[in-house]
């Protein structure tokens, strides 16, 4: 069974820093892994999907990385700004695996 | 304007009682999932379905039941068998199963 660990669970910086939040899975035989944002009291955004032959993916000040034999994910997050503030999942695409997330402040 | 709307947002309930929360989509997606978030925790699969009229139970199913009668829409009871159904109920879309998923708002359910 799929198993995703989050680490930091939780992580505070200051505005303007450049950060990284990791994934780690148990089960490397993926397709693709994906990572979202969620505000308090709402959904899922998607934020990026790297796929099982890709080593990265970008979007705008966001850049994912996948290393599918060591089971790790990372994302980074350039110049942080606080509308960053927000808990960040990732999911492995199978059947959406989720760990509990690492839970993101901004500090103006 | 295409996404996942689910309905309603909040939804209370007496103990004992059944409960459906609704999800429809107009993206065109043939599977839907269903997760349950509690606090301080992540998402669990409950349901989901990768094609019409067919569907699989998820890491915590009991309790729950669905129907795919319509591509567009995958419904959650949450029946009185459900001990600690108070949560807040997610619902996702993806082309197919592997591919980018979409959530909608979700619905937190409090039973008193």
């Known amino acids: 069974k799929q198993e995703v660990t989050q680490i930091p669970a939780a992580l505070s910086v200051p505005e303007g820093e450049n950060l990284v939040l990791n994934c780690s899975f148990t089960?490397?035989?993926?397709?693709?892994l994906q990572w979202f944002r969620q505000d308090p009291g709402k959904g899922l955004t998607s934020l990026l999907l790297?796929?099982?032959?890709?080593r990265e993916q970008t979007s705008g000040r966001l850049n994912a990385s996948l290393d599918k034999s060591s089971g790790r994910s990372t994302l980074y997050i350039a110049a942080s700004q606080p509308g960053d503030s927000a808990t960040y999942l990732c999911?492995?695409?199978?059947?959406?695996?989720f760990g509990t997330g690492t839970r993101l402040t901004i500090i103006p | 304007d295409g996404g996942i709307t689910q309905s309603p947002k909040y939804l209370f309930r007496k103990e004992g009682q059944n409960v459906t929360l609704s999800c429809e989509q107009n993206?065109?997606?043939?599977?839907m999932y269903w997760y349950r978030q509690d606090p301080g925790q992540g998402l669990r699969l409950i349901y989901y379905?990768?094609?019409?009229?067919?569907?699989q139970k998820g890491d915590i199913a009991e309790g729950y039941s669905v129907s795919r009668e319509k591509k567009e829409s995958f419904p959650l009871t949450v029946t009185s068998a459900q001990k600690n159904p108070t949560a807040f109920y997610l619902c996702?879309?993806?082309?197919?199963?592997?591919?980018?998923?979409?959530f909608g708002q979700g619905t937190r359910l409090t039973v008193v």
């Open positions: 996702a879309s993806s082309m197919f199963g592997n591919t980018e998923a979409f």
């Open positions: 089960d490397s035989a993926i397709y693709n």
């Open positions: 790297i796929q099982s032959s890709q």
């Open positions: 999911a492995p695409n199978e059947k959406l695996t």
């Open positions: 993206l065109n997606h043939d599977a």
């Open positions: 379905s990768q094609i019409v009229n067919d569907f």
